[in-house]
């Protein structure tokens, strides 16, 4: 596996032992629709969270979030209605990144809820 992969799981597995820790339910991880990808479905109270996981291993160039730009939002938006359709779901949606910096002993973690809105 590319070096690039394996830093992406880690901060995967790290963001969902973070969210579980804070009492989301983990629906799904990796989910595909063709070539799109959602990293993480979870649930908060009665809230559907399409969560995009961006992390780095230095914080020297940019904030990992900031790669999260208008196309990757439209793709993401694109596969979660695709999932919620699939699914049947009701609920209200939101979109959250997650950011992990593996930097120094401990990852740095920044949870952006709501972090962008879908737009038409």
């Given amino acids: 596996?590319?070096?690039h992969n394996e830093i992406g799981k880690k901060g995967?597995?790290?963001a969902v032992a973070y969210l579980k820790k804070k009492g989301?339910?983990?629906i799904?991880?990796?989910w595909?629709?063709?070539h799109l990808e959602l990293d993480i479905i979870a649930k908060?109270?009665?809230m559907l969270a399409i969560i995009e996981v961006k992390t780095r291993t230095s914080n020297a160039l940019y904030d990992p979030a900031i790669s999260v730009n208008r196309l990757k939002q439209k793709q993401l938006i694109r596969a979660a209605n695709q999932y919620i359709q699939q699914h049947n779901i009701s609920n209200e949606v939101r979109f959250d990144i997650i950011s992990i910096l593996?930097?120094?002993k401990q990852p740095i973690i920044e949870h952006?809820?709501?972090a962008f809105y879908p737009t038409l």
């Fill in 12 to 14: 995967e597995e790290i």
């Fill in 24 to 26: 989301y339910f983990i």
């Fill in 32 to 34: 595909r629709y063709g």
């Fill in 28 to 30: 799904e991880q990796n």
């Fill in 112 to 114: 952006l809820e709501d």
């Fill in 102 to 104: 593996l930097e120094g």
């Fill in 44 to 46: 908060t109270n009665a």
């Fill in 1 to 3: 596996m590319a070096e």
